[in-house]
């Protein structure tokens, strides 16, 4: 993800998650981080003072993968679950990634992926397939977020979150 909106997404999420804290009683948040592996990062591991960050390429299919298992430690009726993805979009694993959404879509109440756009990044096939994803399921969001100022923020949040 390009670096010069990380400070603004985090702290976006950060709001997102004192939101949702404030309205719900029991809820957790998990967080996968992934280059070519995927890995669980705590709260601090991804926000805190010294950030951690991976090397470098993107395959989403491992990352969804990750999160594929993750959901599996919570059970469907006792847990409404949300998985949410923000990225460059810079993998070339579009359809295989898109099976794997296709596949844990059932037991999500949300699935979403925000393509922040770095201005050379980005798997066109993948970046379609999820737009695609998005007009055929209800409970599936995109949004591409080209700028990093709050205001474009704020914009994509409420294209994922539509009052319907």
Do not use: C
């Amino acid at each position: 993800m390009f670096t010069w909106s990380l400070n603004v997404i985090s702290s976006k999420l950060i709001d997102f998650k004192a939101l949702l804290s404030a309205n719900y009683d029991d809820i957790e948040f998990r967080y996968i981080v992934y280059d070519t592996k995927a890995y669980e990062f705590s709260e601090e591991q991804l926000f805190g003072r010294h950030p951690k960050f991976l090397g470098g390429g993107t395959s989403n299919l491992v990352g969804y993968e990750k999160a594929e298992k993750v959901l599996q430690e919570y059970n469907y009726e006792e847990w409404n679950k949300f998985v949410i993805g923000i990225g460059d979009a810079g993998a070339h694993d579009g359809p295989a990634t898109v099976e794997v959404l296709e596949r844990i879509y059932p037991q999500l109440q949300y699935l979403a992926f925000v393509y922040a756009d770095n201005g050379w990044w980005g798997d066109e096939q993948f970046i379609a397939s999820m737009q695609d994803l998005a007009s055929r399921k209800q409970w599936v969001g995109y949004a591409h977020l080209q700028k990093s100022d709050q205001k474009s923020i704020i914009s994509a949040l409420r294209s994922l979150f539509p009052r319907r």
